[in-house]
């Protein structure tokens, strides 16, 4: 990365690429700059509270509580912070090439991206984990409340140590009398240390859990579009509750989808600037940088988005989380929707494994087979 004084320290602190130690300041003018912030400033609007709503929709309503619930509310907190931090703190520092808040937000600010980023696509991955054992294993024991917390907690933990290694080799610099956040790694020959760790780290929040979503929701994919019905086609609750189960399905693959769109694009980014290092020496390269960091950070608005395009259910919770808006009219349909218990016959037993009951949210009609599952409308879990 050395010898370029134009080149721009863009990504210190950003992610597992945070390592640029030897860039000179530079500056933007003002009408390159508002642009830019107002783009920042909309995308970490509306992910903050996009996502604090998908938060707020599934804790405060016993109606959407379930397994796969919590696992949204997994995605949503690292989405949220992640919005809140690195979109925010990364931007003022990419655009001015200064670093203006202290050592200890230095190694939080290292530390933090890659925790938020390996939560976001391992919540994704425990989701289509669960999925898949529901749709393809219906018999076989599904994960209890407090298992999912676990492996929630477990997510958190792997996470952390996976980013520690950056964080601790943070350091505060001065360069040109301009202070820089940087990551000082030690120095080995040819830089393969840095250079595995930062394919590693690719590997383990990008690529890995991509193939093993893609596997997982091809399977499931099959299964409830190529199965036949058995003995006579599906009717009533059963049709409706396997369209709920397919519509669920779609929403996370576009989830899914969309988080790898973003992310793609960064990642080549910092794989070619190891491969080709004068690339960073152009003088396009910020606006370039920028751009990237934008696409990859939106990932954290669209889900939101998404949820509320195409379930019901959360729709709802939208439309009663604004009722202030004059353009917002929450109906009482909305309020029952989040509020009403489900009747008896929408909870079963759905099977007996080696002395286990276990109680589901997605089974509400059970026909002799375990090809024939069911689910909530629109595929919202919930949970007697």
């Known amino acids: 990365m050395g010898g370029c004084g134009a080149e721009v320290d863009a990504n210190a602190s950003s992610g597992p690429e945070g390592d640029i130690t030897d860039l000179t300041a530079f500056s933007m003018p003002a009408w390159q700059l508002a642009p830019w912030a107002a783009a920042y400033l909309a995308l970490v609007l509306v992910a903050v509270t996009g996502n604090t709503m998908v938060i707020w929709i599934i804790l405060a309503h016993q109606r959407m509580r379930a397994v796969t619930s919590y696992l949204i509310v997994n995605l949503a907190l690292a989405d949220l912070c992640l919005a809140t931090f690195n979109a925010a703190f990364n931007f003022v520092y990419a655009s001015h090439n200064i670093w203006y808040f202290g050592r200890a937000f230095c190694y939080f600010q290292n530390l933090f991206p890659i925790t938020a980023m390996f939560v976001s696509i391992y919540s994704m991955t425990a989701i289509a984990a669960d999925r898949y054992m529901a749709i393809v294993h219906p018999f076989r024991p599904r994960l209890s409340a407090p298992s999912t917390k676990a492996v929630i907690a477990g997510i958190w933990l792997v996470a952390l140590a996976l ?70 086609q599906a009717h009533g609750a ?65 889900n939101p988005i998404i949820y509320c395009c195409l379930n019901h259910r959360f729709r709802s919770g939208f439309w009663l989380a604004f009722p202030c808006c004059p353009w917002v009219m929450p109906t009482e349909e909305d309020k029952l929707e989040l509020t009403r218990t489900p009747s008896p016959s929408m909870r079963v037993n759905r099977c007996h494994t080696k002395e286990t009951l276990f109680m589901t949210w997605d089974v509400v009609s059970f026909e002799a087979t375990k090809g024939q599952v069911g689910g909530p409308q629109d595929g919202v879990p919930t949970e007697p």
């Open 163 to 232: 980013a520690f290694p950056q964080c601790f080799y943070s350091t505060i610099t001065l360069e040109q009398g301009a202070t820089k956040c940087v990551v000082a790694w030690p120095e080995d020959q040819g830089g393969m240390t840095l250079l595995l760790y930062h394919v590693a780290v690719i590997a383990l929040i990008y690529f890995l859990p991509l193939v093993v979503m893609f596997v997982a929701y091809s399977v499931i994919g099959l299964t409830l579009w190529k199965r036949a019905v058995p003995g006579h």
């Open 238 to 302: 059963s049709l409706r509750h396997l369209q709920a189960k397919k519509k669920f399905v779609k929403t996370m693959v576009l989830v899914v989808v969309t988080f790898a769109v973003c992310w793609l694009p960064y990642h080549f980014y910092f794989l070619l600037g190891h491969l080709q290092k004068d690339i960073y020496c152009h003088k396009f390269i910020q606006q370039v940088y920028l751009a990237l960091f934008w696409l990859a950070m939106s990932s954290t608005m669209y």
